[in-house]
């Protein structure tokens, strides 16, 4: 199978979950869960919220910022990769001068 993600078209989301500012995303959807590369552009967030159903899988590509899994403050550089299990509430913050771009995969069980 192959996802062709120049062919998805990138949609802006202003306060995802609630959290501050602007972020772009493509996404690829199934039963079996999502891929998602996204950017969170400098100053925005995606604000506090449970994973459900699923695991979160975040993958830094470049930009810096910090995540709060569970009340755990986690520093994201490039390179890194933050989970959040299902169950488990977490947030992402861009802190740096540059958009943080990763590629999320969400996982559902």
Do not use: W
């Not at 755990?72 to 959040?84: D, N």
């Amino acid at each position: 199978m192959l996802i062709n993600f120049n062919k998805i078209a990138e949609q802006k989301v202003i306060g995802m979950n609630n959290g501050t500012g602007e972020m772009s995303a493509k996404m690829y959807r199934s039963e079996q869960g999502k891929i998602i590369p996204c950017k969170i552009h400098i100053g925005g967030s995606i604000g506090l919220h449970k994973h459900e159903t699923s695991d979160d899988i975040n993958y830094i590509i470049s930009g810096t910022g910090k995540a709060i899994c569970d009340g755990q403050e986690e520093t994201l550089v490039p390179g890194v990769c933050h989970i959040c299990k299902k169950g488990s509430k977490h947030s992402i913050m861009n802190t740096g001068e540059e958009d943080l771009i990763m590629i999320t995969v969400v996982v559902e069980r």
